[in-house]
């Protein structure tokens, strides 16, 4: 079936957006306004944009017709119906509450299930799902497999849940405190790694033991569906659609960001079966988001998704994207540079703290290197490190697990010669590692610093 070895983008592009090449000197002096955080750089001064895939792909013909289809009646809208049948067609959960995006899907039901005392198992959180918890006074503990915590290390599931570490700690902590076990899929603060479908089992057998409900964080819930589908023995003729509704199966509900496996530039939901914890919960979202049948959505929005649900499970469409992503990673690893493996799903992870040994955690190895990338050639990753995780909210700080720069891919965005850029751009600042220093921080907000901190290099 693989016969060329050309990855073939299975899409033509029908409207182009200009990018601006810009000097060293102009990015270096932005690098210096910003106070050396990506996140505070003019989006125009970025030639390669790989801070993240989240909103940034790019949407279908078919996707913008159905923004011009939208429905923006307040309740009830036939925009509402469509986005619900999709997300049910694939997620057949009882409720389906729609928010502006992820972290609005996580603020909500934490502020029900959260609160001190209480903890939140999951194989590891993201940022905002870990603030989110945090910010309730509810403890947020990742527990995957060990091999997840080596970007060297090999496996083929290596977002999966350490199963015994989750039993265990359940048992210690007593069920009546741990009001939900979550799994991410794919794990990204560990590489966009996978989870495997035994796994997820396994997981939902422990949450039968204890009594727990099982959510998941399904942000690249197709994503990982294909990694099921090329890897675990028995989904090979599956199709990813049925994998999608087992992974579903399993569960007790889903926090989701539209932004990445819908396809969409915006928008989210939160899914549950229980129908008290559903009423809770929207009553929450009429306060924060809006009225049930569009949450913080417009209906052009509902469409949007509804549509990219469709796109995203398409076995071309999954197939370069993993072989597109596995492309940059292969090349970087091929040329000696430390990458978290197997390469993941929508991003490649450079460890910095293995390419820049000289500069220790505190210092900031990651934000050493993403802020080399940019100045160099104009690529914009996204350190998730001591950065993004050091500081603590008792206010202390320690080096994170793993000092990673992720490159995220926009899905159907970029072409193989900016990932041929990319590469070359990488390659000339690993070769110049040795000349990289660290940071201090001089300002930082006390939660999600990593997007507001200001840096000095030292
Ligand atoms: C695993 C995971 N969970 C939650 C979120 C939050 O989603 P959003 O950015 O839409 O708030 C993200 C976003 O990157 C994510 O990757």
Known sequence: MERWKTIIEPFRIHSVEPIRLTTVEERAAALERAGYNLFDIHADDVLIDLLTDSGTGAMSRDQWAGIQRGDESYAGSPSWFRFLHAV????????????????????????????????????????????????????????????????????????????????????????ANVPAVFVTVTNNSGGGQPV????????????????????????????????????????????????????????????????????????????????????????????TEGFPTYGGLAGRDLEAIAQGLTEVVDEDYLRYRIRSTAYLGDAL????????????????????????????????????????????????????????????????????????????????TYTQSHIDYTIEVVRWVAEHADDLRGFRIVEEPPQLRHFTARFEPL
């Open 88 to 175: 049910q067609h694939l997620f057949p959960f009882r409720h389906v509450i729609p928010t502006h995006q992820g972290r609005a899907a996580e603020k909500i039901l934490f502020s029900v299930i959260g609160g001190p005392g209480k903890a939140i198992p999951n194989n590891t959180h993201f940022d905002t799902t870990r603030a989110n918890v945090e910010f309730t006074g509810a403890e947020a503990v990742d527990l995957v497999i060990e091999e997840g915590r080596h970007p060297a290390a090999i496996h083929p599931f290596k977002g999966n849940m350490d199963l015994a570490a989750l039993d265990a700690f359940i048992g210690e902590r007593g069920a």
């Open 333 to 412: 690893d091929a040329s000696g540079i430390p990458v978290v493996k197997p390469i993941g799903g929508h991003a490649v992870y450079i460890d910095a703290r293995a390419l820049l040994p000289h500069i220790p955690p505190l210092e900031y190895p990651g934000q050493a290197l993403a802020t080399a990338l940019y100045r160099e050639g104009g690529i914009r990753g996204c350190e998730i490190g001591t950065v993004m995780f050091g500081r603590h909210p008792d206010g202390t700080e320690s080096p994170a697990a793993m000092d990673l720069v992720r490159l995220a891919i926009p899905r159907r």
């Open 196 to 287: 495997s479908m035994a796994n997820l089992r396994g997981v939902r057998e422990i949450c039968d033991r204890h009594g727990l409900p099982l959510f998941l964080d399904a942000c690249r819930f197709a994503e990982n569906a294909w990694f099921i589908h090329e890897r675990e023995a028995g989904y090979g003729s599956i199709a990813v659609p049925d994998i999608v509704r087992e992974m579903a199966a399993l569960a007790d509900g889903m926090t989701m960001s539209a932004k990445k496996d819908g396809l969409a530039n915006i928008g989210g939901w939160l899914a549950v079966d229980d129908d008290e914890l559903a009423e809770r919960c929207r009553n929450l979202l009429i306060l």
